[in-house]
């Protein structure tokens, strides 16, 4: 049985100088996960002077370790521990959709910066009819968009690559209206884009380096990595501490305000796992609706001919919006998807989808894997991939589960989504097939976990959402909810720049 330490305990064991001082402080916020929206608040809020503790289940800054590589392509064995050196989730996921369990590790950032230490760093605006089901309209996020948009350094590239000139020129012609897409980059020259990885040279705009560490500058504030929030403990309606877990530790810390910002797929599982009489079906769920309406994005990826003397360098930077609006209803942006990953890493997807289904199957494919990676390679080294984003809908027995031991989930692709997702990729096919070389359908695929929102949805009506307009939970006057998990829907475009507006949003509020 695990010994769970209060705070008045913590002198009389072994633990590290950074584990006590947590311990032993009365925290003004405590904000679990350091991604987009826990580091901007984080930052908002001791620029006003309060005192933070970030509690980060992965590494912190020190210890990650950016080889602008996938640890995939390492000569070492991959290992827990490397994944956890790349800034990457090293925990399974269990996907029980339908009748075979599929058990994976999602491809999602763990560290200080949360999962945009992966990101290719597209930050792009939410429409104005995007937020018609929000409580929050386009008009009240626009100033909270702009001053996301200074933090992150965003702006369109300033020269095009060739690549990208070659399908610019194409769609225009096609009578579609391309533009630069807007990046969170210091556009180094020498970068290739380090999506997917760490990047080493300082050209990445990310949750950690834009607002963590400067959030850590400021007396009062620290940052607790390593750390598993285990549950939450609730008196009255208030959470009087957070049940922490490090270095195989167990021990509570206490604040005034508690802030999740774990992301959409654990911060259910936090309330889940924070039940009591008190909150029977988990905290803040008196609604019934925490881990439901999973919300993801349907992508798919189209290989686009884009022969040019010059194929290196950075190549994720135009977009269009013309499909944004389908006769089947809601569509999404499409946008260059940049540098693919390695073709080592692209076989070994392809083989576990087909294994999956067949190992038999699975295993007579790899036989032909060296002429397959030859294929794969001459098309991509002088194509650009585009990735169409479909808006999914918000749907209840599309969920994280209630379960303790794992992070599992149900999601499958609702009639009217998979029908403007069909929609999509005919306008796509239309429009790109006089240079559509490879189609690469991955708007059915459940691995594809990278813009989860929607399971801690916000809305004004206690019995049908979890948080109020302001971010705090209808049923707890002192917790707070700040990631993409608060999303009503899941717009049609990445979800980062969203995030940050809607964090500096809540701050103002707390501040204020």
């Known amino acids: 049985m695990e010994i769970i330490i209060k705070s008045l305990l913590a002198r009389e064991i072994n633990m590290d100088k950074n584990t006590q001082v947590a311990v032993q402080t009365y925290w003004d916020y405590i904000i679990i996960g350091t991604g987009m929206g826990g580091s901007v608040l984080g930052l908002s809020l001791a620029k006003a002077g309060k005192k933070v503790l970030f509690c980060e289940k992965g590494l912190s800054f020190e210890k990650l370790k950016a080889t602008s590589n996938f640890p995939e392509m390492s000569k070492d064995k991959i290992t827990l521990d490397n994944l956890k050196k790349s800034g990457r989730r090293f925990a399974p996921i269990f996907d029980l959709s339908f009748n075979k369990s599929h058990e994976f590790v999602p491809f999602l950032g763990e560290g200080a910066g949360g999962s945009s230490l992966l990101y290719g760093m597209a930050m792009e605006r939410g429409r104005p009819e995007d937020f018609n089901s929000w409580p929050v309209s386009y008009d009240e996020m626009k ?288 429009a790109l097939k006089e240079k559509l070389k490879m189609k690469i359908y991955g708007g059915e695929k459940n691995t594809l976990l990278g813009h989860a929102c929607g399971t801690c949805r916000m809305g004004l009506d206690p019995k049908n959402s979890v948080v109020n307009k302001e971010g705090r939970t209808h049923d707890l006057e002192n917790l707070y909810i700040v990631d993409s998990s608060v999303f009503p829907t899941s717009l049609g475009v990445n979800p980062s720049l969203t995030i940050v507006a809607n964090a500096l949003r809540i701050a103002k509020g707390l501040v204020s």
Do not use: W
């Open 143 to 430: 100033l909270f968009y702009d001053e996301a948009e200074i933090l992150f350094g965003v702006a369109p590239s300033k020269v095009l690559h060739p690549q990208n000139k070659v399908v610019q020129e194409f769609l225009m012609a096609k009578g579609l209206h391309p533009y630069k897409l807007p990046l969170a980059s210091q556009q180094n020259p020498e970068c290739p884009g380090c999506q997917g990885h760490l990047c080493n040279h300082n050209s990445k705009n990310h949750a950690g380096n834009r607002a963590l560490a400067e959030a850590l500058k400021y007396p009062g504030v620290m940052l607790l990595d390593e750390c598993n929030a285990q549950s939450l403990t609730i008196e009255t309606n208030k959470v009087s501490e957070v049940i922490i877990k490090r270095n195989l530790q167990s021990f509570s810390l206490k604040s005034e305000r508690i802030v999740l910002a774990a992301g959409a797929l654990e911060t259910p599982r936090i309330l889940f796992r924070s039940q009591s009489p008190l909150c029977p079906s988990g905290a803040a769920n008196s609604s019934d609706q925490v881990g439901k309406n999973l919300m993801r994005h349907l992508i798919d990826l189209y290989v686009v001919d884009a022969k040019s003397l010059e194929t290196n360098g950075a190549t994720k930077q135009i977009a269009f919006n013309d499909f944004y609006h389908l006769q089947e209803g809601k569509g999404g942006t499409v946008q260059s998807f940049g540098k693919m990953p390695p073709i080592k890493m692209i076989l070994q997807d392809i083989f576990r989808d087909i294994s999956f289904h067949s190992k038999i199957a699975s295993s007579i494919a790899q036989l032909f894997a060296p002429f397959l990676g030859y294929f794969l390679k001459n098309i991509f080294s002088q194509s650009i991939v585009l990735a169409s984003i479909v808006e999914d809908s918000p749907c209840e027995s599309n969920r994280v589960l209630n379960t303790t031991d794992q992070t599992s989930f149900i999601y499958k692709v609702q009639n009217a989504d998979k029908n403007r997702l069909d929609g999509m990729r005919r306008k796509m096919h239309e």
